[in-house]
């Protein structure tokens, strides 16, 4: 399988990036890691006319402390987010989830932001980036601004981000007193989740995000809102997938998949300590 | 595009279309057929070379993404007539029958073996999960693993 012919050019820094993008339109796709755009070129879903390549962008590859929040720069490879101590001991949901994606050779390559930005409500990522509260920065022509995300995700496979707009940074409060719990359940090694739990508490802050669970990556409101009452992890896990629609498919039905929302989600509080 | 890359410490240079794929430039351009196409969709590895020392899948690379940068591929692994310790391992454990999925698992698991020199078996399974062999059922590939672990050590 090989993509359709695209021209090809190599943004130097963010700022050529966003050039390029300003002179392309919406003909040119951003090119991180590659492991979901180039997929879905090969099997020609995306046929994009250019692709402005970002991967060389080492600035934007790091992990540090700003402040109450770590701040972790969109081409920061998954292997480097897994291995960060700064990951570890400050987000460590995000570390857990970061280890579950795919496999090796894919996290050698795979970007956070690009994980972020392809807004696929299957990915292990945008759940914990839900339960641990995090924003993204939007760096566009007329400057940055921060998006929290809960309004990041606003469908399937779209992001808030602008066709000209470019995800610099993700910034998570920091909570090295929280205890978590990623749960992702598949049938297969390497496979992504049927359903996944992405669970954080932190004193009376309780973050639970949901994948698979919707057109998009979705917070379980309700469960946080039981936990902040007072209720059980079996009781508030009860309402995990109230409202929700998710996909039903080869792998599991729509039924089978609100049932393993509310198991995972119990299993997920109860491993958190709640 | 002229891409230029390093591949098992010679210089390769030639010109490809940007859509050209890494495993395709080596097995087509380099001339390196050692390196083989299984699923060709990021599933069986049997395509894993490094890139500078990483693990990767060279289907779902492009390979303008590797210009400048230094691969190697299972033809890299030998010196001179003696195996590479992991080649050696699978040889010694009988780790293969068919031996399509052998390239790319002896390049998954040196790539493991840098990053977790002394694993558990249920380390060596998981660092392997990228890789899809149809044959052995696994139980010689996690063996020869361990094995080299332990040479090295
Ligand atoms: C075999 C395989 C198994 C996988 N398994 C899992 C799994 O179990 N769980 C999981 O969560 N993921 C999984 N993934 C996906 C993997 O995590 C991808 O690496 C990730 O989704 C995308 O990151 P990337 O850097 O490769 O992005 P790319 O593929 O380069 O880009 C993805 C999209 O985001 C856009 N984009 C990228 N970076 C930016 C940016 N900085 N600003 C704006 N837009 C941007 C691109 O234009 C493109 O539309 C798997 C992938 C493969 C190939
Ligand atoms: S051919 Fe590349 S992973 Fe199967
Ligand atoms: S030895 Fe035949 S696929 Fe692994």
Same mark, same amino acid.
């Given at each position: 399988m090989i993509p359709v012919a695209f021209e090809y050019e190599l943004a130097t820094s963010a700022e050529h990036a966003l050039s390029l993008l300003a002179e392309h339109g919406d003909e040119a796709k951003l090119l991180a890691g590659g492991h979901s755009l180039l997929p879905l070129m090969k099997y020609r879903l995306a046929t994009p006319a250019v692709v402005v390549d970002i991967g060389r962008l080492t600035d934007l590859s790091y992990v540090r402390e700003d402040g109450d929040v770590l701040a972790i720069g969109?081409?920061?490879?998954?292997?480097? #987010?897994?291995? $960060? =101590?700064?990951?570890?001991?400050?987000?460590?949901?995000?570390?857990?989830?970061?280890?579950?994606?795919?496999?090796?050779?894919?996290?050698?390559?795979g970007t956070l932001g690009g994980a972020l930005a392809h807004g696929d409500p299957a990915s292990d990522l945008p759940a914990a980036i839900i339960a641990l509260g995090g924003s993204m920065v939007i760096q566009g022509p007329s400057g940055s601004r921060e998006v929290p995300v809960d309004d990041f995700f606003t469908g399937f496979l779209e992001t808030t981000i602008g066709?000209?707009?470019?995800?610099?940074? #993700? @910034?998570?409060?920091?909570?090295?007193?929280?205890?978590?719990?990623?749960?992702?359940?598949?049938?297969r090694?390497?496979?992504?989740?049927?359903?996944?739990?992405?669970?954080?508490? &932190?004193?009376?802050?309780?973050?639970?995000?949901?994948?698979?669970? &919707? $057109?998009?990556?979705?917070?379980?409101?309700?469960?946080?809102?039981?936990?902040?009452?007072?209720?059980?992890?079996?009781?508030?896990?009860?309402?995990?997938?109230?409202?929700?629609?998710?996909?039903g498919d080869l792998n599991a039905g729509v039924d089978y998949r609100c049932h393993l929302a509310r198991v995972l989600t119990r299993r997920g509080l109860e491993e958190a300590g709640r | 595009m002229h891409v230029s890359m390093t591949?098992?410490?010679? =210089?390769?240079?030639?010109? #490809?279309?940007?859509?050209?794929?890494?495993?395709?430039?080596? @097995?087509?351009?380099?001339?390196?057929?050692?390196?083989?196409?299984?699923? =060709? $969709?990021?599933?069986?590895?049997?395509?894993?070379?490094?890139?500078?020392?990483?693990? #990767?899948? $060279?289907?779902?690379?492009?390979?303008?993404?590797? &210009?400048?940068?230094?691969?190697?591929?299972?033809?890299?692994l030998a010196d001179g007539e003696t195996l590479h310790p992991m080649q050696q391992a699978f040889h010694e454990c009988h780790a293969l029958q068919c031996g399509y999925c052998t390239p790319g698992m002896v390049m998954a698991a040196v790539s493991l073996l840098d990053e977790v020199?002394?694993?558990?078996?249920?380390?060596? @399974?998981?660092?392997?999960?990228?890789?899809?062999?149809?044959?052995?059922?696994?139980?010689?590939?996690?063996?020869?693993?361990?094995?080299?672990?332990?040479?090295a050590r």
């Open positions: 969109a081409l920061t490879r998954h292997r480097d #987010v897994e291995t $960060s =101590d700064l990951v570890r001991s400050h987000v460590g949901l995000l570390a857990a989830a970061t280890s579950k994606v795919g496999d090796p050779q894919v996290r050698h390559r066709e000209d707009e470019l995800l610099t940074e #993700v @910034r998570i409060p920091k909570a090295p007193e929280a205890t978590w719990s990623f749960q992702k359940f598949n049938r090694a390497q496979d992504w989740a049927i359903v996944g739990a992405a669970v954080m508490v &932190d004193g009376d802050r309780c973050g639970v995000g949901l994948v698979n669970m &919707d $057109s998009r990556p979705v917070r379980a409101g309700g469960v946080e809102a039981a936990i902040a009452s007072g209720a059980s992890a079996a009781d508030a896990a009860a309402s995990a997938a109230d409202g929700l629609e998710p996909p | 591949i098992n410490g010679a =210089d390769v240079s030639h010109d #490809v279309e940007p859509r050209t794929l890494l495993v395709h430039f080596i @097995r087509e351009d380099a001339g390196l057929t050692g390196t083989n196409i299984g699923c =060709d $969709s990021s599933s069986c590895g049997a395509c894993t070379i490094h890139v500078n020392g990483e693990a #990767v899948k $060279s289907c779902t690379m492009l390979a303008v993404q590797a &210009d400048g940068q230094d691969v190697t591929t299972i033809e890299g020199p002394d694993p558990t078996e249920a380390e060596v @399974r998981e660092g392997l999960e990228g890789n899809l062999c149809r044959c052995t059922g696994y139980h010689n590939i996690v063996a020869a693993v361990l094995q080299a672990a332990g040479g």
